[in-house]
């Protein structure tokens, strides 16, 4: 009995690419498109990517919100922030240094870090988005900020374990620092309190709680792109494979459709097409 092309559907319609005669998943080889066209469809993709992102935007904000709401970051925690907005101002450069300092001497990170121009740049970003912290400002813009460090840190690949040790050293020159300066002092160099005892501890307590919120966002965003890029690493290992597939299966088939039945599957192929490329019907293009 002969078998013909149509009796090849899987085939036929998914590998049968070779010379154009279809491409995989059976679609026929796209004609160029028209310029106008082309525009039209950048422009709309344009559109879309920006809608895309006033969503995104749209979904950080509620999301920072919702983390906020669970670990009881209140209104009243944000006034208590602010007390002590003005030691952390002053206090966050030497804390930075002291970071840094640790950034030197430990060779994971100092490759991150390889120029003192680099450290200097990275010491006043951080700066500059810690008065969002000390200013207790956590609104969208702050949540756009946290997405893009969390999106540098997984493009850099810088891991979470140095980012939440970064933050600890810190986070220590910061509380004592406000221990120290709101703590009375008696004898010679006596000083009144200028906040009490409980409105320090809650002073202190409502910073870590902005600190944990800061390094929730950003590991959360780090993991999602670090999850992106695998994806998108395995997407195109697959589609590499497939396409040589498609190729070598397509030589035979393109053979078959020319009735040349003399065509072999010599190719290494994946172990996932081993059973393919040995069917008879397909090595051979034998004749039943």
């Not at 999602?224 to 890029?229: I, R, W």
Request: charged share 30%.
């Amino acid at each position: 009995m002969r078998h013909s092309l149509a009796s090849i559907p899987v085939l036929q319609k998914r590998y049968l690419n070779y010379r154009g005669i279809f491409w995989p998943g059976g679609h026929s080889r796209p004609e160029k498109e028209p310029q106008k066209n082309r525009s039209r469809r950048i422009k709309m993709n344009s559109i879309s990517t920006e809608i895309r992102h006033s969503q995104n935007r749209a979904q950080d904000f509620a999301d920072l919100e919702y983390r906020r709401k669970f670990m009881q970051l209140t209104d009243k925690d944000c006034a208590s922030i602010r007390l002590i907005k003005d030691i952390i101002d002053r206090e966050l450069p030497i804390a930075l240094d002291i970071f840094y300092e640790q950034v030197r001497k430990t060779p994971e990170t100092r490759s991150f870090f390889p120029t003192e121009a680099k450290i200097a740049h990275a010491k006043h970003a951080q700066q500059e988005h810690w008065k969002n912290i000390s200013s207790a400002n956590f609104d969208q813009k702050y949540a756009e900020k946290v997405h893009t460090i969390g999106s540098v840190h997984a493009r850099i690949g810088l891991e979470p374990r140095w980012y939440i040790g970064g933050y600890t050293i810190v986070l220590d020159h910061l509380i004592r620092s406000i221990i120290s300066d709101l703590t009375p002092k008696t004898g010679l160099f006596a000083k009144k309190a200028t906040i009490s005892t409980e409105e320090m501890g809650e002073a202190i307590a409502s910073l870590c709680k902005a600190v944990m919120l800061e390094m929730d966002l950003t590991i959360s965003v780090y993991l999602e792109e670090a999850e992106k890029a695998r994806q998108k690493s395995r997407d195109e290992v697959i589609l590499r494979e497939q396409t040589f597939v498609a190729d070598s299966f397509g030589i035979i088939l393109s053979e078959v459709a020319e009735r040349n039945l003399s065509q072999k599957m010599d190719k290494e192929l994946p172990s996932a097409y081993i059973p393919l490329r040995d069917n008879p019907l397909i090595s051979r293009c034998a004749i039943i």
